[in-house]
Nanobody
Framework: QVQLVESGGGSVQPGGSLRLSCVVS????????MGWYRQVPEKERELVAS???????DYGESVKGRFTVSRNAARNTVYLQMNNLKPEDTAVYYC????????????WGEGTLVTVSS
């Protein structure tokens, strides 16, 4: 049974900060990477940030320098610290886990809405 449970979304003014958290429950799986994607209506889901098992991070171009992904490996938890938020960051943010058990499969959380507006 795999579960990804997100928390921390909400509304914030431009220039503000939010922190998202996601707990990955994945008994019997190895976690290759954890991260965050986001999606707005009529657009494809895009990578925000990810962190692999060895700690390597990857960021979408539009969030570099403003967002930071981190993890607590012992607790299978991934975080996304979002600073200097802009209206264009408004989206549903989805936690992603690339889990391995014979092959790698993407698993997703239900999503949490982040709204940046004055």
């Amino acid at each position: 049974q795999v579960q990804l449970v997100e928390s921390g979304g909400g509304s914030v003014q431009p220039g503000g900060s939010l922190r998202l958290s996601c707990v990955v429950s994945a008994r019997g799986f190895s976690i290759n990477s954890m991260g965050w994607y986001r999606q707005v209506p009529e657009k494809e889901r895009e990578l925000v940030a990810s962190i692999s098992r060895d700690g390597t991070t990857d960021y979408g171009e539009s969030v570099k320098g403003r967002f930071t992904v981190s993890r607590n490996a012992a607790r299978n938890t991934v975080y996304l610290q979002m600073n200097n938020l802009k209206p264009e960051d408004t989206a549903v943010y989805y936690c992603n886990g690339k889990l391995w058990r014979g092959r790698t499969v993407d698993y997703w959380g239900e999503g949490t809405l982040v709204t940046v507006s004055s």
